[in-house]
């Protein structure tokens, strides 16, 4: 059974950095993609970050609220996806949510669509706020 969960988030102030997770369960990393979304108070939900990995490498994708950042890399040994974030400010407060699993169509996108059939978390609250 596909699954991802995510973790990592809370509270931290502007200027400041966290590294959200995504582990990934029934699958592995290489030959698939994984992407972070994000959806904060009455907005709707926006790709921010994607990877696209096999064994010869990996090409990932930001969205330029993120871009400079934000960065997203793996781990295989854990099958886990990271999400750095630095630089956070109160306009990055959201629910962020990471999707994988649903198979390998590079370069990865940032579109919701793009992984119908993949496995989503649950989502982590990161608050931006002084």
């Known amino acids: 059974q596909l699954q991802v969960v995510e973790s990592g988030g809370g509270l931290v102030q502007p200027g400041g950095s966290l590294r959200l997770s995504c582990a990934a369960s029934?699958?592995?990393?290489?030959?698939?993609?994984i992407a972070w979304f994000r959806r904060a108070p009455g907005k709707e939900r926006e790709g921010i970050s994607c990877?696209?990995?096999?064994?010869?490498?990996?090409?990932?994708n930001y969205a330029d609220s993120v871009k400079g950042r934000f960065t997203i890399s793996r781990d295989n040994a854990k099958n886990t996806v990271y999400l750095q974030m630095n630089n956070l400010k109160p306009e990055d407060t959201a629910v962020y949510y990471c999707?994988?699993?649903?198979?390998?169509?590079?370069?990865?996108?940032?579109?919701?669509?793009?992984?119908?059939?993949?496995?989503w978390g649950k989502g982590a609250l990161v608050t931006v706020h002084s």
């Open positions: 029934g699958f592995t990393l290489d030959y698939n993609a």
């Open positions: 990877i696209s990995m096999s064994d010869v490498g990996d090409s990932t």
């Open positions: 999707a994988g699993g649903g198979g390998w169509y590079p370069p990865c996108s940032l579109l919701p669509s793009y992984y119908t059939l993949a496995a």
